[in-house]
């Protein structure tokens, strides 16, 4: 604009010969402009392309975030929540678990099998547990994955609820522990001997990130946090303390005759 | 008035132009994207499974080129990508294949594929019953890289759940066989435990700040080192030598044992007669020489040879296009070719459960085999019952471990395979 002024004293009379000369630094001007769009265009395209970042976090989960917010996430997909997945408890010799039914818990089993909703947080009761008489823990249990075995094997493979001693000392003792049960995968697996009562965790610090550990072992499909020892007294927050009281499905196993 | 109208003119042209650029940028990107998703596995929704068909486990007992479409339908790729199955046994490019559609790309820029189900859009939520591979326990086949023999008659390639068996034929020819996959349902699960500290509300309070270990901010190399030196030296010393440094006069190595050379050659001598540089360089009195030999090059040709006229008969002529007058096609029979089928007594096990695997060989080919050799490669989770095995007719059996931690099973018959003939082979794993 500096380089042609335009000829404003002269009213609203162009001149042509003064006015093909700005138009076509105009016209050039507008084209450099679009090839520069072009390019950029371009660059946006082609680089969009390229792999996401790896990270050492995992996109659903993080330490910090509260029970059942993992499914909030929009980056979590769409799963079938609405079919229950067996899952059996397992704990140190006498501990006994029981799942809230009403507000209140049935008597312990030492065994206890239930069917729950994926997505849900479902609070059970520990009792009995070794070396700490009276007490008590209520755990969270958390599905983020469920089994798709053959019709008919549901209940034979349950996912395994493993609480060691040590969980549960450490829990008693203030700590939180977070345990990510994942699915093993069969090509990486480790070539010991297991069993699903048996409890083998591995160890990570506290800085590292329990589900993208599990991610790299296998596929995470529940989420165990213990770490509260008692039910709040009122009863306003009794239904925030067990989220809400999800539907769950007791699975009765079969009785033992003896003769 | 015209110049301003002129000016935006322009400028909507211009406008125009990167509008239009954008657009097709947009629709490139689109075509792009659209290209770059091509290339991933193609993604087929589920289809109806029949009844009566094997309905949970697809892979069981089921050749790889066997499938059937229920269970191809079962082990729809939709239902894998739920569970974030990355294929790593090509499942899903068998199945496409099988349906005579490669890939989505070829789909879609060809036409050939009428039905919309195998290049749809990917469904989020399919409304089939998925399966998780990671949940089932496989052995058989032969993945890549493929299986093969070497010098001193290792299989090289065999990884673990691999299952070949390997021939020679009448002709010499080694040839592998893999078998099917058998798979069994037994979910193995472990887990990761993480304790951290204060609890409120089982919300983790992690710490507001890390005690990082603060290190030197830098180092200063200009000061002074307290170390100090004397660098006065001693302007005269004398020194009174001790018995110790008096020189041994036996000491070195008497002239007798020193070897030297027999003949010592310089090697150096006879390069030095080559002239690199005369090899290169052509001189003008050569050019004579070499252009009579290139014309003795280019002129000795066959016609140029030497012919003898005899009482004015021509010699006969040489002529080197023949055609062929007559084929014969000789009928071989076929090499002996082996077909090998593993199975399992049972589809799903617990752990610690045992199951018994079952290998048949059978010559389906026009020919004796000889040395067969049979090798399984079980995966970790599988561990082999000592002295469970028993073959049908006798092999002699090895094991040695493999990559995975398990163990590389090895039958080796000891008779030729005939025409028709058969071999069983029986062992127990245990599920770990």
């Not at chain 1, 610090?205 to 995470?220: C, I, K, L, N």
């Not at chain 2, 070195?252 to 090899?279: F, H, N």
């Amino acid at each position: 604009m500096e380089r042609h002024p335009l000829p404003t004293d002269q009213g609203e009379q162009p001149i042509a010969t003064a006015a093909v000369a700005p138009n076509q630094q105009r016209l050039k001007l507008a084209a450099i402009f679009a090839l520069w769009l072009i390019m950029i265009l371009i660059g946006c395209v082609c680089f969009a392309q390229d792999p996401l970042p790896i990270r050492n976090t995992h996109p659903l989960y993080h330490q910090t975030l509260p029970p059942g917010n993992v499914w909030q996430s929009p980056a979590a997909t769409a799963m079938n929540q609405g079919a229950f997945q067996p899952v059996a408890f397992y704990g140190p010799k006498g501990a006994t678990f029981s799942m809230p039914d009403n507000g209140s818990f049935a008597p312990g089993e030492p065994r206890l099998m239930a069917g729950l909703m994926v997505g849900a947080v479902y609070r059970f009761r520990v009792t009995n547990i070794p070396g700490a008489i009276g007490a008590e823990l209520y755990p969270t249990v958390e599905l983020i994955g469920r089994l798709y075995p053959p019709p008919g094997l549901e209940t034979s493979f349950p996912i395994p609820i493993n609480l060691s001693q040590t969980d549960l000392e450490n829990a008693l003792e203030g700590n939180l522990v977070t345990r990510v049960v994942y699915l093993e995968d069969p090509q990486s697996a480790t070539p010991m001997q297991k069993t699903n009562d048996e409890s083998r965790p591995i160890d990570i610090p506290f800085g590292a990130d329990a589900m993208a550990t599990a991610d790299s072992y296998g596929r995470p499909i529940a989420i165990i946090r213990l770490g509260s020892k008692a039910p709040p007294r009122q009863v306003e927050l009794q239904a925030p303390f067990y989220f809400g009281f999800p539907t769950w499905a007791p699975i009765f196993q079969p009785e033992t005759v003896s003769q | 008035m015209q110049r301003q109208i002129q000016f935006l003119s322009t400028r909507t042209r211009g406008v125009t132009v990167v509008f239009a650029v954008a657009v097709a940028c947009s629709i490139m990107g689109c075509q792009t994207t659209g290209i770059s998703d091509a290339s991933v596995p193609p993604i087929a929704a589920p289809t109806t499974q029949p009844a009566g068909a094997p309905a949970m486990n697809p892979m069981n007992n089921v050749a790889p080129t066997m499938l059937p479409s229920g269970a191809s339908a079962a082990i729809s790729d939709s239902s894998v990508s739920q569970v974030g199955f990355t294929d790593r046994v090509g499942i899903g490019e068998r199945i496409a294949a099988r349906r005579g559609c490669g890939a989505c790309a070829g789909c879609q820029q060809s036409g050939a594929c009428q039905s919309e189900m195998n290049c749809g859009p990917v469904p989020m939520m399919p409304m089939g019953r998925p399966v998780d591979p990671q949940e089932f326990l496989c052995n058989g086949g032969d993945q890549a890289p493929e299986a093969y023999l070497i010098t001193d008659d290792t299989i090289v390639g065999l990884q673990a759940q691999d299952a070949v068996v390997h021939y020679t034929t009448d002709d010499g020819d080694i040839e592998f066989q893999a078998s099917n996959r058998v798979c069994l349902y037994s979910p193995r699960f472990g887990s990761v435990r993480q304790v951290s500290g204060a609890v409120a509300g089982e919300k983790a309070i992690g710490p507001m700040n890390t005690a990082q270990p603060v290190g030197l901010e830098g180092l200063n190399f200009d000061l002074p080192s307290l170390i100090t030196k004397d660098i006065d030296e001693l302007g005269h010393a004398n020194v009174t030598r001790r018995l110790d440094a008096v020189r041994d006069r036996n000491r070195g190595i008497p002239v007798e044992q020193v070897v030297e050379p027999i003949i010592a050659e310089d090697v150096m001598q006879i390069l030095a007669t080559l002239d690199a540089l005369s090899l290169t360089r052509l001189d003008d009195s050569q050019i004579a020489l070499l252009q009579r030999g290139n014309v003795a090059a280019r002129s000795w040709m066959i016609r140029d040879a030497v012919e003898v006229m005899i009482e004015s008969l021509l010699p006969p002529t040489l002529i080197r296009d023949q055609s062929v007058e007559a084929l014969v096609v000789y009928d071989f029979p076929d090499a002996g070719r082996l077909e090998i089928v593993k199975v399992a007594d049972k589809d799903h096990a617990a752990l610690g459960e045992e199951v018994q695997f079952a290998i048949h060989v059978r010559n389906v080919g026009d020919s004796d085999v000889r040395e067969v050799q049979i090798a399984d490669s079980l995966v970790p989770r599988l561990e082999y019952v000592e002295g469970s095995e028993k073959s049908d007719p006798s092999a002699t059996f090895e094991t040695r471990s493999n990559e995975a931690g398990s163990l590389r099973l090895m039958w080796t018959l000891d008779e030729p395979l005939k025409v028709g003939e058969s071999a069983t082979i029986e062992f127990r794993c245990k599920v770990r």
